[in-house]
């Protein structure tokens, strides 16, 4: 089966827009974005109020590996389209977590801790970056 979004023909920069207004109508205070040499989105970097302090959540696209499953999968995909379909995906997968917070299931912070930038020396190194590096952030056994 083929990955979602897979055949999407809107543009990374219209998907990158789309993601920008739903972060703002969600209570981003503010929105970057970080471009590479091609002129194309990077990563979306935002602020959100958490707890009385304001903290910043970095969103990247993983093009690598929508090409290495659209490769996978014998489906043709240039670096454009990878990078078309991976923002569409993490535009997707916002909206899907948007409708936890807009039913009262969860908050912005809980659901994008992941992503929240969590090294002052490094501003790229996300929570998860640190977690998946530092073994001593795992829990320990019971």
């Known amino acids: 089966m083929a990955i979602k979004n897979y ?3 809107i543009s990374a920069a219209q998907t990158v ?3 920008q207004e739903i972060l ?3 209570g981003a205070k503010k929105v970057m974005l970080e471009y590479g040499d091609r002129g194309t989105v990077l990563s979306v970097v935002f602020c959100l ?3 009385g302090a304001i903290q910043g959540f970095r969103l990247e696209p993983k093009t690598a590996g929508v090409m290495r499953v ?3 999968d014998k489906l043709k995909c240039d670096e454009t389209q990878a990078e078309r379909i991976a923002w569409r995906n993490i535009k997707d997968w916002i909206a899907a977590q948007i409708a936890l917070v807009e039913t009262g299931q969860a908050t912005m912070e809980e659901l ?3 992503m929240i930038l ?3 020396n490094d501003n790229n190194k996300t929570l998860y970056d640190k977690f998946k590096t530092q073994s001593n952030l795992l829990m320990e056994e019971a």
Do not use: N
């Open 7 to 9: 055949t999407t023909k």
């Open 70 to 72: 659209m490769a996978k």
């Open 17 to 19: 827009g789309e993601i």
């Open 49 to 51: 109020d958490c707890f």
């Open 24 to 26: 703002a109508i969600h």
């Open 118 to 120: 969590a090294d002052r």
């Open 112 to 114: 994008f801790l992941p």
